[in-house]
């Protein structure tokens, strides 16, 4: 058995002023009723356009337990889940969840249960989401096959940035991971120990809308595809065999039409087909080695991977 004496809460908050204020009611009323364990709650507030921050200020100076993490830009969800971790290394567990209530606070009394036998990750699984469409359940669908058909790190199917952690966990995330594009799903199943699911149905967005437009889910998927796989690397020998054969069967049908068709130019038809074909295909390829190119060239940098603008805390300390 695991003893739990502190929890820390950490929730990433991007232009949720319609809703953050019922995720702290419900979530700090599941806290009160955890006996003999101190609970806080880490808010980190990736600049946004909305009162977001202010409305927390307010829920800050009115609940002792509550830190606000400003962050000086946006700098993302994962980032800002990694600012939130950073900053609660004192405690024996950390859970991360979203403040737009689909994560639901009422689990966590259930992560909890895990933790206490022994286990350092307790991760969520989607069972069901309420109100998503066809198209966005397919694609997460297909994102999580692409995912494990590459990557030798298995990512378990719809998975979700709620979790729970250990403090040795939180610990190892903080002093030996360095790298500025993180894909927490991947590093959590990579890092290994101890490990357990539990499903839950994730409700519907109780105000406001998804933060993820197709284009930021697009690069949150090419994040994590570069990050755990080189296998798209490898990827040009296959396209290149191929192509090989492919180019061996234009060159024996352009040898026949020569015969056959005495009106085309010699020539003509095979210089035109192969140069479009091969140019299409090492552009491919060269595609693929610039995005790992790109994403060495972006952690050669050696920027921070976030930077706090202001620290919130009328509990403890009011730096």
Same mark, same amino acid.
């Given at each position: 058995?695991?003893?739990?004496? #502190? ?12 809703? @953050? ?58 980032? !800002? ?9 004192? #405690? ?33 699984? *989607?069972?069901?989401? +309420?109100?998503? !469409? =066809? ?20 990512? *378990? ?8 952690? %250990? &403090?040795?966990?939180?610990? @190892? ?16 199943? =990579?890092?290994?120990? &101890? ?9 519907? +967005? ?22 755990? #796989? ?6 040009? @020998?296959?396209?290149?065999? =191929? ?13 026949? %039409?020569?015969?056959?068709? +005495?009106?085309?130019? !010699?020539? =003509? ?31 050669? &940098? ?9 620290? @919130? ?7």
């Amino acid at each position: 058995m695991t003893s739990l004496h #502190s929890l820390t809460i950490v929730a990433p908050v991007y232009n949720e002023e319609a809703v @953050i204020g019922q995720f702290h009611a419900r979530t700090m009323a599941v806290a009160d009723a955890l006996q003999g364990v101190d609970t806080q709650i880490v808010y980190v507030v990736d600049r946004g356009t909305d009162r977001t921050l202010d409305v927390l200020r307010s829920i800050a100076l009115e609940d002792s337990r509550v830190t606000v993490l400003a962050l000086s830009a946006r700098f993302g969800h994962q980032m !800002s889940l990694l600012a939130g971790i950073e900053n609660s290394l004192d #405690s024996d567990a950390i859970v991360m969840m979203d403040s737009d209530l689909q994560h639901p606070p009422e689990l966590i009394p259930i992560l909890l249960e895990r933790f206490a036998e022994g286990v350092d990750v307790v991760y969520t699984v *989607r069972a069901e989401t +309420r109100g998503i !469409s =066809w198209t966005r359940a397919k694609a997460g669908e297909l994102f999580y096959k692409l995912m494990n058909a590459l990557s030798s790190v298995p990512i *378990r199917k719809n998975a979700a940035d709620f979790r729970l952690i %250990s &403090k040795r966990v939180a610990n @190892i995330l903080a002093g030996d991971f360095s790298e500025r594009n993180m894909f927490l799903r991947g590093i959590f199943s =990579w890092i290994g120990f &101890k490990q357990v699911g539990v499903e839950y149905v994730a409700d519907e +967005r109780a105000a406001g809308h998804s933060k993820y437009s197709l284009s930021r889910t697009l690069r949150f998927a090419l994040t994590g595809i570069l990050s755990f #796989s080189t296998k798209p690397l490898q990827l040009g @020998i296959i396209v290149g065999a =191929w192509t090989g054969g492919a180019g061996f069967l234009l060159m024996f049908a352009a040898v026949v %039409s020569y015969f056959i068709d +005495r009106s085309i130019p !010699s020539g =003509w038809t095979t210089v035109v087909v192969l140069l479009l074909f091969f140019s299409a295909i090492q552009l491919f390829v060269i595609g693929i080695i610039g995005m790992y190119i790109g994403d060495l060239y972006l952690e050669m &940098k050696g920027r921070p991977r976030y930077i706090l603008d202001e620290k @919130i805390n009328h509990g403890k300390d009011k730096s």
